[in-house]
């Protein structure tokens, strides 16, 4: 779920400030800014073999606290530039430049780079489309052809430098391919996710000022072909400022064909295979991805070009251990969003890695589908999120156990925190016990992993982001801006300027100021809740909007949702605040239950009682709904929003952000059979 921070702010401020003074609420004074209720005293240290050959070290914390900029500096020259940079960091809060004067393209250090290492018949990716069998591999050579002849195209239709362009496609191999293209040339892409409606394209467009479009006739999505087209049809009639459409032909169903539209196989295929790279200023824009608000315009958010490419790259080889010779590393993201952008494409092409990528769903034709991949291709690091862990929990352990999977050295997790259950069941079910699970904390924002285990050097906690990764200063501030000592909760800051953050909002300094700079004097405000644990670890809370004000107690959804979560029969919860007489807000508990647990008539009781017994009687729920869906965003974050409505039997609110918009449907008709106790 995005946010609207400044809305944060004053919610939060309203929540702190005007405590209900109920019985057994502690003066203000010395009311915590977030309650840490939770203890986990499971370790995973890494194996010993993974640590002794591991990429990175406990001697790069040492290294990056002794001179930031000098670390940093010593990453960017893990990549090739044309024009080394003159400065590391040139920081006019908050405004940054990273890397200044230097020049580089990022295509050529994608992929021509490692062709030139005679690496060309190295597999960049594997790419497996949803219906079986259906599958391509793309080397480093194949990319490199394919790259130029895209940017070929893309200059044939006028594109040049800094000009945008929007990409709507499926998780085909000419989407990273246009990324690529339009990199090489200088020109701008902006990304829209293959699920958002037409109003949501035109709007972004519009926004961005984009004058191409590139899409696909459809994808292939739970078995079917569906079409894109029609809805850029729609998108295009809005924006005049769009001249032409590139269109892959992927499903072969029937388009509507308008004079500015032309077929991918028509116009790049005619191309020549060559390009020369031309070098861009370490500053110039690389992308622009839009983050959607609860409320408002989406936020276009702004990465460059040096910066972004370094600690993507960087991160990449830190937290997932990679070795480009023998690992095949899969992110299941879509590459319409940042994890897909900096972790499909630009990350691990950086980096000279071989990926998979796959078009569909996980369910799709069976739910197995995931682990006959990692079977298929050997995967060694697969990174996903906790709502697709959640989800494998649910339908079982039995389906994983039908492949082999002995090939995967390292997990990672990004999007929500990662309850320590699932974090538990991904390790054992999916890691056979052996593999490192690294929940890497990071916003489109952030552009790249900000907290994170490193998996030969941390002894990790499920459940906890651990520390902020060499030469990033996060913290866990109260509402000063203090630090808070350990066992302490609060906000999410970061203190100082890292290579790959967000330069500005697309055409809106002043919405950067106020979003992310104005809430703590001269601190990063990610709009997150926070803990420091007596060892001094993060551990993330939530979005502090979500934040539940209990008999003067401020309490994260994390802990709540970890807790339910930690009860043999629970998937997957969902818990909001909703007010409540007597304590203010009183916590409300949505729960799916596993496929093998039955839905008996003391299964509210039960909960209750096992979140009373696991965080204490404060963070007891006043009510549990057994729901067979919980609205989600379509990447796959839990929107909070709508179940406070549910919660406070309000109209249910818009809707239109959500995957499936029917799941509200189905929560509703579950409600007369809510339990409600005491
Ligand atoms: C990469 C991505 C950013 C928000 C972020 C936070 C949540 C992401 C997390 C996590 C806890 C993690 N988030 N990773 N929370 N632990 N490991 O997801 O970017 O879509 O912009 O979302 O996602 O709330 O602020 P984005």
């Not at 591999?137 to 002849?149: F, G, P, S, W």
């Not at 590459?335 to 980096?351: D, E, F, K, M, R």
């Not at 001269?522 to 060892?535: H, I, N, Q, T």
């Amino acid at each position: 779920m995005k946010w609207d921070t400044s809305k944060a702010d004053k919610q939060y401020e309203k929540e702190c400030v005007v405590a209900p003074e109920t019985p057994g609420s502690e003066p203000r004074e010395t009311q915590e800014t977030l309650s840490n209720l939770l203890h986990e005293t499971r370790r995973f240290a890494p194996p010993a073999e993974l640590a002794a050959a591991a990429n990175v070290t406990a001697q790069a914390y040492t290294e990056a606290e002794a001179d930031r900029l000098a670390f940093w500096e010593k990453q960017a020259d893990r990549l090739s530039w044309s024009t080394r940079w003159n400065t590391a960091l040139d920081w006019n809060p908050p405004f940054a430049k990273w890397f200044v004067g230097g020049e580089l393209n990022v295509a050529y250090n994608c992929v021509d780079r490692h062709v030139e290492a005679g690496l060309g018949e190295k597999v960049a990716y594997h790419w497996e489309g949803e219906p079986e069998g259906d599958s391509r591999t793309i080397t480093y050579a194949d990319l490199q052809r394919e790259v130029a002849k895209a940017a070929n195209a893309l200059t044939e239709l006028g594109v040049g430098k800094g000009d945008r362009v929007a990409v709507y496609m499926p998780m085909i191999p000419e989407l990273p391919i246009t990324m690529l293209a339009c990199a090489r040339i200088g020109a701008i892409h902006s990304v829209v996710f293959g699920g958002f409606s037409a109003s949501a394209l035109s709007g972004r467009i519009k926004d961005a000022d984009a004058k191409v479009v590139v899409t696909a006739d459809g994808g292939y999505r739970r078995g079917a072909p569906s079409a894109l087209k029609p809805t850029v049809d729609e998108a295009v009639k809005e924006c005049p400022g769009i001249e032409r459409v590139l269109v892959v032909r992927r499903t072969g169903q029937e388009v509507d064909w308008t004079d500015k539209d032309v077929w991918w196989h028509d116009l790049v295929d005619r191309q020549s295979a060559e390009h020369a790279p031309v070098p861009h200023d370490a500053e110039h824009p690389l992308y622009i991805l839009y983050t959607s608000g609860t409320t408002g315009k989406p936020k276009g958010i702004l990465h460059t070009t040096g910066g972004y490419l370094t600690q993507t790259a960087y991160t990449h080889h830190a937290v997932f251990d990679l070795k480009p010779e023998n690992d095949i590393y899969w992110c299941t993201a879509d590459i319409g969003w940042v994890t897909g952008h900096s972790y499909i494409v630009y990350g691990p092409l950086a980096n000279g890695a071989t990926s998979v990528i796959y078009e569909g769903t996980p369910d799709t034709p069976h739910r197995g589908r995931f682990w006959e991949i990692v079977q298929k291709y050997k995967v060694t690091i697969l990174y996903t999120a906790p709502t697709a862990i959640r989800t494998f929990m649910k339908w079982g352990d039995d389906i994983p156990a039908k492949y082999d999977m002995s090939s995967l050295r390292i997990l990672g997790s990004v999007g929500e925190p990662i309850n320590p259950e699932a974090y538990v069941w991904y390790r054992e079910h999916i890691g056979g016990n052996r593999t490192p699970v690294v929940d890497t904390w990071w916003q489109t924002e952030t552009g790249a992993v900000m907290i994170s285990p490193l998996p030969g050097v941390t002894s990790a906690k499920p459940g906890a982001a651990m520390r902020p990764l060499p030469g990033i200063t996060a913290d866990v501030v109260d509402d000063q801006g203090e630090s808070v000592p350990n066992g302490g909760g609060g906000f999410l800051a970061i203190r100082d300027p890292w290579p790959s953050m967000l330069r500005t909002i697309w055409g809106d300094d002043q919405r950067y100021i106020d979003t992310y700079w104005s809430r703590f004097e001269g601190m990063y405000f990610a709009g997150d809740g926070a803990k420091r644990d007596e060892d001094g670890d993060i551990w993330l809370l939530g979005r502090v909007d979500d934040v539940m004000l209990v008999s003067g107690h401020n309490i994260s959804t994390t802990e709540v949702e970890s807790a339910l979560v930690s009860h043999p029969k629970v998937a997957e919860a969902a818990v909001v605040g909703a007010t409540d007489p007597v304590t203010g807000q009183a916590i409300v508990s949505f729960v799916i239950l596993r496929g093998s647990a039955e839905e008996g008539a003391d299964i509210a009781a039960e909960l209750r009682n096992h979140v009373a017994r696991t965080l204490g009687p404060i963070a007891k729920p006043r009510q549990i709904l057994v729901v067979p869906e919980l609205p989600k965003t379509r990447s796959g974050k839990i929107m909070r929003r709508l179940l406070r409505d549910v919660a406070e039997n309000r109209s249910i609110g818009d809707v239109t952000t959500l995957a499936d918009s029917t799941v509200m449907n189905l929560i509703s008709e579950k409600l007369p059979s809510a339990k409600s106790e005491d």
